[in-house]
């Protein structure tokens, strides 16, 4: 007789560090797993988070609990920081001294004995402070019990996992009696419950300690919650039958505070000159997308600081408070656009464009960046919007401009090395309030370009050429209107100031000489034309390089690289710089992290700030 095909059942259940503020999502996942003679031995002294059951689980969904926890002592030597604050600046790694790992003392003859510390530090100064005492189980009785902080092992975790038919040392089926969606306990109706004394545990009529606080999925804490653990449940149900299938509960770090408001930037200003039109002020920002924030990356920053929610918090108050008229973005998620920046850049006054690059999202929709540029309503109107896509350009060059195949070798070969999926955006602002005193030849249209080039630094070349075709893009576009319009080209350039790039952007051409235009046979096909041709007819210039005297030592600060890769360049005929924000000193840019992103800074490179003005034609 074939013996019967058993599963193991299975709940994942994580949240993320709460933050005031910051929406926080479980992560919950329920799967099975087909047992074979010898798993199905171990099993039932297995995870305790799991069950055997007859068939795999079902289709299910999830339905959610939030409760706020009671007030702990975050830490017990008392000249600890982190007992009054709960900034993130000082529950970051780099606070507590590369570990966010509480302890707690287990000697029994202490008199720290059970008392838990936020870090290693603090319990070292403590134990400076501590006396030995001898009747042990005396203060056993007479001391708090302190439990790790930021600790999902502990005891609401193992004893809420699985429902009423769940078994740990035995076998179930998943349809087998259970408690029913609809149950009333503690006269709340209509709520999941797995019995009586879970949701007595954790807000119920016999507890006072944990409040329930709500029964949406996703949960914003606020100011009640700073310095409080939450408590979430996750409770599958099966979509036929309507019944509990499992549940487990997990409990948060403590929540942190919003971070505190950073330094304002000064801004530096330039000389004096006369006369001049219209005022703007325009900044240039890489907020770091998403899906390249990674721990593996930047690995000197807590995992809950890289989260796009608390990024995002800080992103928008850090663009917002600088008063800008002019927000060229780079690294922009494409589906963050949608369900953040949009939404958060419109309510502050402000309306925009995106153009995502060219290849596909990375696993899910929405998972690819781009670039976004934002004016403010009240200061300009849109006039014109376009995009440019790179491949594109590639493309026509091959076909067009050298006559090739794009499916010969060689044709191939040229669009393989070109087609980087990098893009840009063009727009045309109009002044939204026109001066009665302004004749009608003062211009009151600027162009605004904004990019983010190819990042490889082993292909500087590949970077040239797109540099080269969006100047080239950008005359053709000029040109045609036949107008002085003046123009600014901003972002993420991915080139230092020894790059031709660099050159090819302020000098309008590339020396011979140049290392990038002569990268060798090793670094596949020529994609350059004749260094004669590498040039363009704008006259261009960096605003911090005016301003300043010299760029700035770095707008992108990591651990393995710093330096200068972001540029606002403007035309010298009819644009001029009035101010600039100087890069904040490396000793600012240290202060909460050795390197960016921090919980100051949320992304990996500086924001870059100017005042602008047209200038009146003779």
């Given at each position: 007789?074939?013996?019967e095909?058993?599963y193991s059942?299975h709940?994942?259940?994580?949240?993320?560090?709460?933050?005031?503020?910051?929406?926080?999502?479980p992560?919950?996942?329920?799967?099975?797993?087909?047992?074979?003679?010898?798993?199905?031995?171990?099993?039932p002294?297995s995870?305790?988070?799991s069950?055997?059951?007859?068939q795999?689980?079902?289709?299910?969904?999830?339905?959610?609990?939030w409760?706020?926890?009671?007030?702990?002592?975050?830490?017990?030597?008392?000249?600890?920081?982190r007992?009054?604050?709960?900034?993130?600046?000082?529950?970051?790694?780099?606070?507590?001294?590369?570990?966010?790992?509480?302890l707690q003392?287990?000697?029994?003859?202490?008199?720290?004995?059970?008392?838990?510390?936020?870090?290693?530090s603090?319990?070292?100064?403590a134990?400076k402070t501590?006396?030995?005492?001898?009747?042990?189980?005396?203060?056993?009785?007479?001391?708090?019990?302190?439990?790790?902080?930021?600790s999902?092992?502990?005891?609401?975790?193992?004893?809420?996992?699985?429902?009423?038919?769940?078994?740990?040392?035995?076998?179930?089926?998943y349809?087998?009696?259970?408690?029913?969606?609809?149950?009333?306990?503690?006269?709340?109706?209509?709520?999941?419950?797995?019995?009586?004394?879970l949701?007595?545990e954790?807000?119920?009529?016999?507890?006072?300690?944990?409040?329930?606080i709500?029964?949406?999925?996703?949960?914003?804490?606020?100011?009640?919650?700073?310095?409080?653990?939450?408590?979430?449940?996750?409770?599958?149900?099966?979509?036929?039958?309507?019944?509990?299938?499992?549940?487990?509960v997990?409990?948060?770090?403590?929540?942190?505070?919003?971070?505190?408001?950073?330094?304002?930037?000064?801004?530096?200003t330039?000389?004096?000159?006369?006369?001049?039109g219209?005022?703007?002020r325009?900044?240039?920002?890489?907020?770091?997308?998403?899906?390249?924030?990674?721990?593996?990356?930047?690995?000197?920053?807590d995992?809950?600081?890289?989260?796009w929610?608390?990024?995002?918090?800080?992103?928008i108050?850090?663009?917002?408070?600088?008063?800008?008229?002019?927000?060229?973005l780079?690294?922009?998620?494409?589906?963050?656009?949608?369900?953040?920046?949009?939404?958060?850049?419109?309510e502050?006054g402000?309306?925009?464009?995106?153009?995502?690059?060219?290849?596909q999202?990375?696993?899910?929709?929405?998972k690819?960046?781009?670039?976004?540029l934002?004016?403010?309503?009240?200061?300009?109107?849109l006039?014109?919007?376009?995009?440019?896509?790179?491949?594109e350009?590639a493309?026509?060059?091959?076909?067009?401009?050298?006559g090739?195949?794009?499916?010969?070798?060689?044709?191939?070969?040229?669009?393989?090395?070109?087609?980087?999926?990098?893009?840009?955006?063009?727009?045309?602002?109009?002044?939204?309030?026109?001066?009665?005193s302004?004749?009608?030849?003062e211009?009151?249209?600027?162009?605004?370009?904004?990019?983010?080039?190819?990042?490889?630094?082993?292909?500087?070349?590949?970077?040239?050429?797109?540099?080269?075709?969006?100047?080239?893009?950008?005359?053709?576009?000029?040109?045609?209107?036949g107008?002085n319009?003046p123009?600014?080209?901003?972002?993420?350039?991915?080139?230092?100031?020894?790059?031709?790039?660099?050159?090819?952007?302020?000098?309008?051409?590339?020396h011979?000489?140049?290392?990038?235009?002569?990268?060798?046979d090793?670094?596949?096909p020529?994609i350059?034309?004749?260094?004669m041709n590498?040039?363009?007819s704008?006259?261009?210039?960096s605003?911090?390089n005016?301003?300043?005297?010299?760029?700035?030592?770095?707008?992108?600060?990591?651990l393995?690289?710093?330096?200068?890769?972001?540029?606002?360049?403007?035309?010298?005929q009819n644009l001029?710089?009035?101010s600039?924000?100087?890069?904040?000193?490396?000793?600012v840019?240290?202060r909460?992290?050795?390197?960016?992103?921090?919980?100051?800074y949320?992304?990996?490179?500086?924001?870059?700030?100017?005042?602008?003005?047209?200038?009146?034609?003779?």
């Amino acid at each position: 007789m074939a013996k019967e095909t058993m599963y193991s059942w299975h709940l994942s259940l994580r949240v993320d560090r709460p933050v005031e503020g910051c929406s926080i999502r479980p992560h919950a996942y329920m799967y099975g797993k087909k047992l074979d003679e010898k798993e199905l031995e171990k099993a039932p002294n297995s995870h305790t988070h799991s069950k055997i059951c007859r068939q795999p689980p079902p289709n299910h969904e999830f339905s959610y609990r939030w409760f706020r926890g009671p007030t702990v002592e975050s830490c017990a030597y008392e000249g600890c920081p982190r007992r009054t604050s709960f900034s993130p600046h000082d529950w970051s790694k780099h606070a507590l001294g590369g570990s966010a790992c509480s302890l707690q003392c287990v000697s029994t003859q202490s008199s720290l004995y059970k008392a838990t510390f936020c870090n290693a530090s603090c319990f070292v100064k403590a134990w400076k402070t501590q006396y030995t005492v001898s009747d042990a189980p005396q203060l056993r009785n007479s001391t708090p019990i302190r439990r790790r902080l930021g600790s999902y092992a502990d005891d609401d975790d193992t004893r809420s996992v699985g429902s009423a038919n769940s078994v740990r040392s035995g076998m179930s089926n998943y349809n087998a009696p259970s408690t029913p969606r609809e149950i009333t306990v503690g006269g709340l109706n209509n709520t999941p419950r797995a019995n009586t004394a879970l949701y007595n545990e954790y807000g119920g009529a016999d507890s006072e300690e944990w409040v329930e606080i709500s029964r949406d999925q996703i949960y914003i804490p606020n100011e009640n919650d700073v310095g409080r653990k939450l408590k979430v449940e996750a409770a599958a149900y099966s979509l036929d039958s309507g019944e509990l299938l499992m549940h487990r509960v997990v409990k948060t770090d403590l929540v942190l505070s919003r971070t505190p408001v950073p330094e304002k930037r000064n801004l530096v200003t330039a000389k004096p000159a006369g006369g001049g039109g219209a005022r703007f002020r325009i900044v240039t920002y890489n907020i770091l997308a998403e899906i390249y924030a990674t721990q593996q990356q930047y690995p000197h920053a807590d995992l809950w600081s890289l989260s796009w929610d608390f990024r995002f918090q800080n992103i928008i108050r850090e663009i917002v408070d600088v008063g800008p008229d002019v927000v060229c973005l780079q690294e922009v998620q494409a589906d963050h656009y949608e369900s953040h920046l949009y939404n958060a850049m419109h309510e502050a006054g402000f309306e925009g464009v995106f153009k995502q690059k060219t290849r596909q999202s990375m696993g899910m929709t929405g998972k690819v960046d781009g670039c976004a540029l934002f004016w403010r309503r009240t200061k300009f109107h849109l006039i014109e919007s376009y995009s440019i896509e790179f491949n594109e350009l590639a493309q026509r060059q091959v076909t067009q401009v050298m006559g090739l195949n794009p499916r010969s070798e060689e044709g191939s070969s040229i669009l393989n090395k070109l087609s980087k999926d990098n893009v840009a955006q063009l727009v045309v602002l109009e002044l939204a309030q026109q001066s009665m005193s302004r004749s009608s030849r003062e211009p009151n249209q600027v162009c605004i370009a904004n990019t983010h080039l190819y990042s490889n630094k082993d292909y500087p070349d590949v970077k040239l050429w797109q540099t080269l075709h969006l100047l080239q893009e950008l005359e053709t576009f000029i040109m045609s209107r036949g107008t002085n319009l003046p123009l600014m080209i901003c972002g993420d350039f991915n080139s230092t100031p020894d790059t031709a790039v660099y050159d090819l952007l302020s000098r309008q051409a590339v020396h011979p000489g140049h290392p990038d235009v002569n990268t060798g046979d090793d670094n596949g096909p020529n994609i350059l034309p004749d260094i004669m041709n590498i040039t363009h007819s704008h006259m261009l210039r960096s605003v911090y390089n005016t301003v300043l005297g010299e760029e700035p030592k770095f707008t992108n600060y990591t651990l393995q690289f710093k330096g200068v890769l972001d540029y606002m360049w403007y035309s010298t005929q009819n644009l001029r710089p009035l101010s600039a924000a100087p890069i904040p000193d490396e000793i600012v840019l240290t202060r909460y992290g050795e390197a960016l992103p921090s919980t100051q800074y949320s992304s990996d490179h500086i924001m870059q700030i100017s005042d602008m003005q047209i200038i009146r034609p003779p």
